[in-house]
């Protein structure tokens, strides 16, 4: 029996997390969890799987958590903000937590979760954005292990194994291309939020969404393959493939390509995490390669697709410029979906925080914070004068 503290449960990770926890009770138990501010449904999950540990955003939202499980019993020790979710991620009976947090919100409690000896499905792709060299330290000195839980990074853990890192020419990263893959650059600047929401492949969180949208989301995988993999960003390419049936591809120096294919249900992946070495029945529809009518790839268009560029310049840059790009991304982000400002700002605000940062070394998770808080304050700025504002 694996015990499990799920960081973000009520999530789309989450969701998808706590359905293979119900298909497999004799497998894996919920110890934490924790949720923002859904409440409706983050009590349906307390009452389903009893965490010993929960947690929430803020006291106010732990308070009225607490009145509607007053029925409940026994009720969870609830908690809240940063040091709630810190005590799921180190709850003591917890062998795995499963980081699936949005955001740069992710990076405290797993890296608390990794100090305190867990393992790690690491969903929270922003963690290994911002404090990649930090976290991968840890988790060699801790002696943890990190399972990736993002499509492409399990399609490369899954094509990597048993092999030697040297003998890797490149990781072939594949992108869906996303809602705009065929919209012509002139017509972005038009585009709704429904239009940036509406992805072609994957069900998603929002930002995430909005993320391959952009193909930002490409740009920080391709970071966090630099990290978890722990090969340079010349040896990862990312090839558009519409079609989402390979979820990426490693290239050995003897020229034999291996790649993953599957139906793109992110349940594959998130069961590997949870299971692994092992595997276990998912419920994902089979792949039958007789009903496909072509594989296609290409390149991306770096012109277009700005952030992606944006993502391997930050990270040639080095220390701090990833966790800055990250921050301006999110502000960014959250403006576009408060509808503040328009798609192609996107990469114009996170550009212009990036030109603004001179990069700084990074030594403890303090100095990844700093660097995320100046790029906050940075990107708001921008968008200040973008608006018109002084
Ligand atoms: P989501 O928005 O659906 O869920 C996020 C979860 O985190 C929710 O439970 C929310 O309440 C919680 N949360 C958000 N902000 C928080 C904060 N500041 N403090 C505490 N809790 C907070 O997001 P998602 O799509 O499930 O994505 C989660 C992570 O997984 C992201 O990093 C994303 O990039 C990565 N990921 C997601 C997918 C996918 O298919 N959804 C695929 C690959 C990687
Ligand atoms: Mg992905």
Request: hydrophobic residues 45%; aromatic residues 4%; proline residues 5%.
């Amino acid at each position: 029996m694996k015990n499990l503290s799920i960081l973000g449960s009520t999530g789309s990770i989450g969701v998808s997390t706590l359905e293979l926890v119900a298909a497999h009770p004799d497998r894996f138990r919920i110890e934490a969890l924790t949720a923002g501010a859904n409440l409706e449904l983050f009590a349906r999950q307390i009452e389903l799987f009893r965490p010993r540990v929960v947690s929430v955003l803020n006291e106010e939202l732990a308070c009225k958590l607490s009145r509607m499980l007053s029925g409940v019993g026994p009720k969870p020790e609830i908690m809240h903000g940063v040091l709630g979710l810190i005590a799921a991620a180190t709850a003591t009976d917890t062998r795995m937590v499963v980081a699936a947090i949005v955001g740069a919100a992710g990076l405290v409690p797993t890296a608390a979760a990794i100090r305190s000896g867990k393992d790690v499905a690491l969903a929270n792709k922003e963690t290994l954005v911002c404090a990649g060299s930090l976290i991968m330290d840890l988790v060699r000195d801790h002696g943890v292990a990190l399972y990736p839980v993002d499509s492409e990074h399990s399609a490369v853990f899954q094509s990597i194994e048993g092999h030697r890192s040297e003998d890797i020419r490149k990781i072939i990263l594949t992108a869906s291309g996303g809602p705009f893959l065929d919209t012509p650059s002139a017509l972005l600047e038009n585009v709704t939020i429904a239009d940036a929401l509406n992805h072609p492949k994957w069900s998603m969180g929002k930002k995430i969404s909005i993320d391959s949208a952009t193909m930002m989301n490409k740009g920080l995988e391709v970071i966090e393959a630099r990290w978890l993999f722990d090969v340079p960003a010349a040896k990862i390419d990312v090839n558009i493939h519409p079609q989402s049936i390979i979820h990426s591809m490693v290239e050995y120096i003897d020229g034999c390509v291996i790649a993953q294919l599957g139906t793109p249900d992110m349940k594959a992946p998130i069961a590997y995490a949870l299971s692994y070495p092992e595997r276990v029945a998912t419920g994902v529809t089979p792949l039958d390669l007789t009903l496909l009518s072509g594989l296609t790839f290409f390149k991306p268009d770096l012109q277009k697709f700005r952030c992606l560029q944006l993502a391997y310049d930050a990270l040639e840059c080095g220390p701090s410029m990833p966790a800055v790009m990250n921050a301006a991304n999110e502000v960014a982000v959250a403006a576009f979906l408060a509808g503040e400002i328009g798609f192609t700002a996107i990469p114009r605000v996170i550009e212009g925080t990036m030109a603004a940062h001179g990069a700084v070394s990074l030594v403890t998770i303090e100095d990844v914070l700093q660097a995320d808080r100046w790029g906050r304050r940075k990107a708001a700025e921008l968008m200040g004068k973008l608006k018109g504002e002084p």
